[in-house]
């Protein structure tokens, strides 16, 4: 994907009003505190969603929807780092990653509901059009936070 492509997908988000999740009750904190701790970095989570979106394109690939429901649950059911994922950001840069961690979080729930429901009415396409959905806010959370991650500041964990 363009970088271009990247930061409208991510204007898009607070274009459509996924920004405004204060008002339907959820922010970082609440949003943080309804997720199960886990004993893993921030680095160790991105690989657990990593697999969790393997599972969903493989189930896509060979159209079994019990595959891409295990790895929508893990996607949008998946633990929280036990000292927060905030900590993996720069101290500068943390209160807006807070603020915009929720609208991710909110995709990606989305997301896997709907990608859920279509492998199991056996609808691919669609199934495949919301796992698209999910890879670009990825894609977009990536481009924009990983300049700001604590370990890009350390010399030889630049990649």
């Known amino acids: 994907m363009k970088r271009s492509s990247v930061l409208i997908f991510a204007a898009a988000l607070f274009a459509n009003g996924h920004h405004s999740l204060a008002h339907e009750g959820g922010d970082f904190d609440s949003m943080l505190a309804q997720k199960r701790k886990a004993d893993i970095t921030f680095a160790q989570l ?19 929807p019990e595959t891409v429901a295990l790895g929508a649950h893990l996607l949008a ?3 929280a780092p036990a000292n927060g994922p905030a900590a993996a950001i720069l101290k500068e840069r943390r209160d807006d990653f807070k603020n915009v961690m929720p ?20 609808n691919w396409q669609e199934a495949y059009a919301g796992y698209r959905e999910i890879t670009d806010a990825c894609v977009a959370c990536h481009a924009t936070w990983r300049p700001h991650a604590i370990s890009r500041q350390v010399e030889g964990m630049r990649r």
């Open 46 to 64: 991105m690989q657990v969603m990593h697999q969790a979106t393997s599972m969903i394109f493989d189930g896509i690939l060979y159209e079994n």
């Open 77 to 79: 059911e998946h633990p």
């Open 103 to 122: 609208t991710y979080d909110k995709v990606f729930h989305g997301s896997a509901e709907s990608v859920t429901l279509n492998a199991r009415k056996r």
